[in-house]
């Protein structure tokens, strides 16, 4: 007898998003997605139209937000299993998005990992939250008798033991400004060859040294710029916009960078367009004597790569400051899938 298919509506505004949402529930061939849509308002009449089995919800979306739409989904397809499936981290939100009706929340940043987990959870009747939230106690205010019967069934995620990196980010030690700017020549030119949308965030130098490098390469970088297809950044400009107390913000971050990776999408005609960032953020930290602040900003680097088809190379220039201690060397290569030095 055949499995009964399971009916997915996937509500999310960034379309290589959804994406990776579709080639994650393709590892279980019951799970068919029947509609994607980018909007909330949109969401709420196909939930009614086509009552879903299991709604995927974004909670930042255009015309009506998620919890918003989670509530009304509620009342027009009752039957309905709600995932909430966002980047937002703040407890409260997440509070909000399991009180409106929805049975679980994944951070996009660990989606790859552990959407399959929390999808059978969830049709198991079963609540999930992420790895990351699950040292909070989110309970429903609708129903505080059942509150400590439904912490008990959280399920808790399955984490892969050595995973690796289907995306590469690696990282580049220099002992002198010629061999970064090689390497870097060669990596963003071959991401605009290839067709791909290359991310660069570095010193003012170093960005002024790539272009003509780039023209010799053989590249029509003008053209690459008008189409958006490149994107300079300065590093310490981009620093400064998620920086919190020395330390990087999660959610500030990840919504810088969610925001830049749909601009340089966008941008690439190709079915399968991948991005490519170089990064001189965490060389500057680390400069600065701020090691552990380079550390957390590699960690959500792996992050991105698990969440996104991105590719990031990380420059360290060690000619320019004195050099690393043993322990942050090797703490910092711990969180690369592959590590150079020239």
């Given at each position: 007898?055949?499995?009964?298919?399971?009916?997915?509506?996937?509500?999310?505004?960034?379309?290589?998003?959804?994406?990776?949402?579709?080639?994650?529930?393709?590892?279980q061939?019951?799970?068919?997605?029947?509609?994607?849509?980018?909007d909330?308002?949109?969401?709420?009449?196909?939930?009614?139209?086509?009552?879903?089995?299991?709604?995927?919800l974004?909670i930042g979306?255009?015309?009506?937000?998620g919890?918003?739409?989670?509530?009304?989904?509620?009342?027009?397809?009752?039957?309905s299993?709600?995932?909430?499936?966002?980047q937002?981290?703040?407890?409260?939100?997440?509070?909000?998005?399991?009180?409106?009706?929805?049975?679980?929340?994944?951070?996009?940043?660990?989606?790859?990992?552990?959407?399959?987990?929390?999808?059978?959870?969830?049709?198991?009747?079963?609540r999930?939250v992420?790895?990351?939230?699950?040292?909070?106690?989110?309970?429903?205010?609708?129903d505080?008798?059942?509150?400590?019967?439904?912490?008990?069934?959280?399920?808790?995620?399955?984490?892969?033991?050595n995973?690796?990196?289907?995306?590469?980010?690696?990282?580049?030690?220099?002992s002198?400004d010629?061999?970064?700017?090689?390497?870097?020549?060669?990596?963003?030119?071959?991401?605009?060859?290839?067709g791909?949308?290359p991310?660069?965030?570095?010193?003012?130098?170093?960005?002024?040294?790539?272009?003509?490098?780039?023209?010799?390469?053989?590249l029509?970088?003008?053209?690459?710029?008008?189409?958006?297809?490149?994107?300079?950044?300065?590093?310490?400009?981009?620093?400064?916009?998620?920086?919190?107390n020395?330390?990087?913000?999660?959610?500030?971050?990840?919504?810088?960078?969610?925001?830049?990776?749909?601009?340089?999408?966008?941008a690439?005609?190709?079915?399968?367009?991948r991005?490519?960032?170089?990064?001189?953020?965490?060389?500057?930290?680390?400069?600065?004597?701020?090691?552990?602040?380079?550390?957390?900003?590699?960690?959500l680097?792996?992050?991105?790569?698990?969440?996104?088809?991105?590719?990031?190379?990380?420059?360290?220039?060690?000619?320019?400051?004195?050099?690393?201690?043993?322990?942050?060397?090797?703490?910092?290569?711990?969180?690369?899938?592959a590590?150079?030095?020239?």
């Amino acid at each position: 007898m055949a499995t009964p298919l399971i009916r997915v509506l996937v509500v999310d505004d960034f379309e290589p998003f959804r994406r990776l949402v579709a080639k994650v529930l393709q590892r279980q061939p019951e799970l068919q997605i029947i509609c994607e849509v980018s909007d909330g308002l949109e969401a709420v009449q196909k939930a009614e139209e086509m009552q879903p089995d299991l709604v995927l919800l974004d909670i930042g979306l255009p015309s009506l937000n998620g919890i918003e739409a989670a509530q009304r989904i509620r009342e027009l397809s009752p039957k309905s299993k709600i995932l909430f499936v966002s980047q937002e981290t703040s407890s409260d939100l997440v509070q909000g998005a399991l009180a409106s009706g929805g049975s679980g929340y994944v951070l996009k940043m660990n989606a790859r990992n552990e959407l399959l987990t929390a999808v059978n959870a969830v049709l198991g009747g079963k609540r999930f939250v992420g790895a990351i939230l699950g040292g909070n106690k989110f309970t429903d205010p609708r129903d505080e008798q059942t509150a400590d019967r439904t912490r008990s069934e959280v399920v808790p995620p399955l984490l892969p033991q050595n995973a690796r990196m289907t995306c590469r980010h690696e990282a580049g030690f220099y002992s002198d400004d010629r061999f970064a700017l090689d390497d870097l020549t060669q990596f963003i030119g071959a991401a605009l060859k290839a067709g791909n949308a290359p991310i660069v965030v570095a010193t003012k130098s170093h960005r002024d040294s790539l272009l003509p490098r780039l023209q010799a390469y053989g590249l029509d970088i003008g053209t690459a710029i008008e189409q958006g297809r490149y994107i300079a950044l300065d590093a310490a400009d981009t620093l400064s916009t998620f920086m919190l107390n020395g330390m990087p913000d999660v959610v500030r971050f990840l919504k810088l960078f969610d925001d830049l990776v749909v601009t340089a999408s966008k941008a690439v005609k190709a079915e399968q367009a991948r991005v490519a960032i170089f990064g001189e953020m965490c060389h500057l930290l680390w400069a600065q004597g701020n090691a552990e602040a380079a550390i957390q900003v590699e960690k959500l680097g792996n992050q991105l790569v698990q969440t996104y088809d991105l590719d990031i190379l990380c420059g360290y220039s060690l000619g320019s400051v004195r050099g690393m201690n043993s322990h942050v060397f090797q703490r910092i290569c711990a969180e690369h899938s592959a590590v150079h030095s020239r």
